[in-house]
């Protein structure tokens, strides 16, 4: 109030300004919004890009990346389906029968034919889900009878040994191994069957290449396999993908997938290295690096 009795100047004067800062305020979050969206689509290449249409997954390299693919997204899609039509329906009845009064709503004790829906509906979305896990597991995981190459994997503590189950020169079968300062490299041929043997004189561990889409555990006293062709040439990773002890994390390897030419050039020289037979796991498999003691011991 003035001396005059008018209301304070001033007083209106900085409500009017506090107003007339939030406008502003939005007018600047539009530029600021429309900046950030142009960098985060700008920052995205192609490959990021192909790799969001296949929701994480890595380029496949075998003959079983489609049926793996199509899983992989069809089931992303009908959880999504599924999350919307739940978290919709969660929505809806908190907006729908928000409290607005002291009167309690009408009560219903029975609705047969939504009690019917949410029972059946249930077993209609794990019937498909069923048969589609089936039909794409079975050719994830077909084999036949004729396989182009066998290859033993050993997978110990904490490295990998690869048996090929050929004859090389004169000489039945020819192995490498690796070790954790030189983790193992396994060679493949291009477009070629191959069947794995996997098998482990210590402990559960898991074989993973993730570019083939495909992962099995490698279980002591049991003979797990499966089978593929390799579509792509270039070098892989692999790992173990089952907590197997102190050097875990480091229990990786390398797959090289080159012509069968270069496949059998490889073989070679390892019979020319004396590595022929078979060898059933590096000569380090539960030794400790730099302490000499197995693992366990004081």
């Known amino acids: 109030m003035g001396s005059n009795g008018t209301p304070g100047v001033r007083a209106a004067g900085l409500k009017r300004t506090g107003a007339g800062a939030r406008p502003a305020k939005r007018r600047l979050l539009v530029p600021a919004a429309a900046v950030v969206g142009t960098l985060l689509l700008t920052g995205c290449s192609q490959a990021n890009k192909e790799q969001w249409k296949r929701l994480g997954l890595p380029v496949g390299a075998s003959d079983r990346t489609e049926a793996m693919e199509s899983l992989w997204i069809g089931a992303w899609i009908a959880a999504l389906i599924v999350g919307v039509l739940v978290w919709g329906l969660i929505l809806w009845a908190s907006v729908r029968y928000y409290r607005r009064n002291e009167n309690a709503p009408r009560q219903t004790r029975y609705n047969l034919p939504l009690e019917v829906l949410y029972t059946l509906a249930p077993f ?32 110990q503590q904490w490295q990998w040994t690869f048996n090929y189950k050929e004859t090389v020169d004169g000489q039945e079968g020819v192995w490498e191994t690796g070790t954790l300062e030189k983790p193992a490299e396994l ?8 069947q794995f043997d996997l098998t482990s004189p210590d402990v559960i561990h898991s074989f993973w290449v993730p570019s083939f889409y495909f992962k099995l555990d490698v279980i002591p006293g049991r003979t797990n396999k499966f089978q593929l062709t390799p579509t792509k040439t270039g070098t892989f990773a692999g790992k173990c993908a089952e907590l197997c002890g102190l050097y875990h994390s480091r229990m990786v390897f390398a797959v090289r997938v080159v012509t069968p030419d270069e496949y059998q050039a ?11 037979g078979a060898a059933t796991g590096g000569q380090d498999a539960t030794t400790i690096p730099g302490h000499g003691e197995q693992e366990g011991e004081k």
């Open 187 to 194: 060679w493949l041929p291009i477009n070629e069957s191959v």
């Open 124 to 155: 209609a979305i794990i019937g498909v889900l069923f048969f589609y896990t089936i039909e794409h597991g079975n050719e994830i995981t077909h084999m036949s009878d004729d396989p182009s190459h066998t290859i033993n994997v050993v997978g």
């Open 266 to 276: 490889h073989l070679r020289e390892l019979a020319a290295k004396g590595q022929t």
